[in-house]
């Protein structure tokens, strides 16, 4: 007869779950260096409405989950706060064979050729984005770029941009997100019995109408290419709509309106903030913006992007940029399947264990003086894909990786060569929590000094 007695799990905190849970959400940075700091890399996290969690920070701990074959971990379930948004269909809620499908089918225009078309695109749209500042005038850096990446990110899945249908989408995924992602409201996706439509002037009333409006814009988008198809088209909708499984089905219209909204979620916020973060760090350290000026001079006035994003201290930059504040704190949940011993510890079935990214990413043993930029790092050596975890990794790696670095690359290069930008004032610019992302506090307010 086997043994019923659930396995210990690792040290957590000695404070209760609820004031866990408050610190995680209000200070996460400092929970988590509390907790590193007395129980080193493995420690369990446990909040109100989740189930405990297992926190690795350890390079080894983090190469054996991300090198699991991806049926030995699930995922979905840990992941299930991002449905209202995503879908019970999308990429982050699959698991098994369903999810490996699905993430073959979407790999391919986030890769390879995909990319170069995606370079001049992306030039394009920031120096059209940077065309509403004016000389002088003080406005924060975070709305800029999100509406670069939002646009990069339409053009990616929809082949366009413009018209009625994009305008009206575009307005209602920033006012949903930037709902959603506030401090307070966000604390509403943590807690399902918030949810409550109580009507217009409830949060989640009024979420859930701006969902249904964006879920018609889509839905009529779908109809409009199943009623008149285009075989040349090369956009990710596009792709969606012609790809079938193994017995021939072709992807629903619920299946393709919750992907749709998988690839917008995850890539526009995500990497507006990284942007905001490396326009930060390049400011406010003036021998680094000096070092990329330089760099980026020596390219000339009109390269071509495969030569910017080849660059190597830009390079650095937002590598070191994504290090020192990620922007997702964890990678998704590993949901142990059948026993598994890691790092000397056994771990039942229905376990949750998570990758820590900025935990990793400020071990001193790794990254000494962990809490300084310095770009230099990431040119003196090279980091395992166990050590430098921005994107998670394994079978559940984020599929946007490529794009996110490249566009952090050109909108940098092409805002940089063209604008004497400034910080309005050098002091420190802190992280606080925007939904599931780490953002610069106050959006870094900057003013464009004059035209290169
Ligand atoms: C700087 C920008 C970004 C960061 C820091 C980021 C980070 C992450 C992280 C940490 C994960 C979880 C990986 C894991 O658990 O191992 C993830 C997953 C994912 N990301 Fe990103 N991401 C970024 C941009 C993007 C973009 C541009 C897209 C798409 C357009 C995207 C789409 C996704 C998707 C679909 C997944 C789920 C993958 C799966 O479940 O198989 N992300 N991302």
Known sequence: MTSKTAIKLPDSPRIPAWMQTIQGMARPLEYLEAAAKEYGDVFTMRSLGFPPTVVLSNPQAIQEIFTADPHQ??????SKILQPIVGNNSLILLDGDRHQRQR??????FHGERMKAYGKLICQIAEQVMKSWTIGNIQPVYPAMQEIS?????RAVFGIDEGARFQQLRQLLVS??????SPLTSTVIFFPILQQDLGDWSFWGRF????????ELLYSEIRERREQPDSNRTDILSLMMSASDENGQLMTDVELRDE??????AGHETTASSLAWAFYWIHHLPEVREKLLKELESIGSDPDPTEIARLPYLTAICSESLRIYPIVLFSFARIVKSPIEIMGYKFDPGTLLTACVYLTHHREDIYPDSKSFKPERFLERQFSPYEFIPFGGGSRRCIGWALALLEMKLVLAT????????????REVLPVRRGITLTPARG?????????
């Open 73 to 78: 971990f699930d995922s979905a379930e840990g």
């Open 104 to 109: 073959k089918l979407l790999m391919p225009p």
């Open 150 to 154: 939002l646009r990069v990110i339409l």
């Open 176 to 181: 949903m997100l930037d709902a959603f992602n």
């Open 208 to 215: 859930l109408r701006q969902r249904q409006q964006i879920d």
């Open 260 to 265: 749709l909204m998988t690839l917008l979620f």
């Open 415 to 426: 805002v940089l060569s063209r604008y004497e930008m400034a910080l309005t004032d050098n």
């Open 444 to 452: 870094v307010p900057m003013m464009m000094v004059a035209q290169r």
